[in-house]
């Protein structure tokens, strides 16, 4: 395999912190961050969760996503299992940077896109340049 093929990722359990009330695993979901020159893209893949079982939470700059799977139903007997399911978490530090009033989320098939909008004093800007 060469450098430039793509490796799948292994899904990677999250440390407990606490006693947890819901039975299961929770996961680190698997994250791709994009910059603009006006932004940063989040993209955290969450299989299993839809938009109303997202949680986001922002306390002292300190942003938690949890995404929390519904389990199956109880009327399925399980034959085969090839990858674990559980919930998902994950806590990224928000700088200075960040307008973190301004963040937006949506949630599509699994996938969580939050836009996380540059403060004004972090976006590029260009400075003219006086002569004489």
Same mark, same amino acid.
């Given at each position: 395999?060469? @450098?430039?093929?793509?490796? =799948? ?13 819901? =039975?299961? !695993?929770?996961?680190? =979901?698997?994250?791709?961050? +994009?910059?603009?020159? @006006? ?26 996503? +949890?995404?929390?799977?519904? =389990? ?9 299992? @090839?990858?674990?399911?559980?919930? +998902?978490?994950?806590? +990224? ?14 949630? !599509? ?24």
């Amino acid at each position: 395999m060469t @450098e430039q093929e793509l490796k =799948p990722k292994v899904k990677e359990e999250a440390p407990v912190k606490g006693e947890r009330v819901r =039975p299961g !695993r929770v996961f680190i =979901p698997a994250v791709d961050i +994009f910059e603009t020159p @006006e932004t940063l893209v989040l993209v955290a893949d969450m299989p299993g969760v839809s938009g109303d079982n997202v949680t986001l939470d922002l306390k002292d700059n300190l942003l938690i996503i +949890f995404g929390q799977v519904n =389990p199956s139903p109880e009327k399925e007997t399980l034959l085969a299992q @090839e990858y674990a399911i559980g919930d +998902f978490y994950r806590e +990224f530090q928000m700088g200075e940077l960040i307008d973190t009033g301004k963040i937006e989320a949506s949630v !599509r098939n699994g996938v969580l896109t939050l836009t996380l909008p540059k403060a004004e004093k972090a976006k590029p800007r260009r400075i003219e340049v006086k002569s004489g």
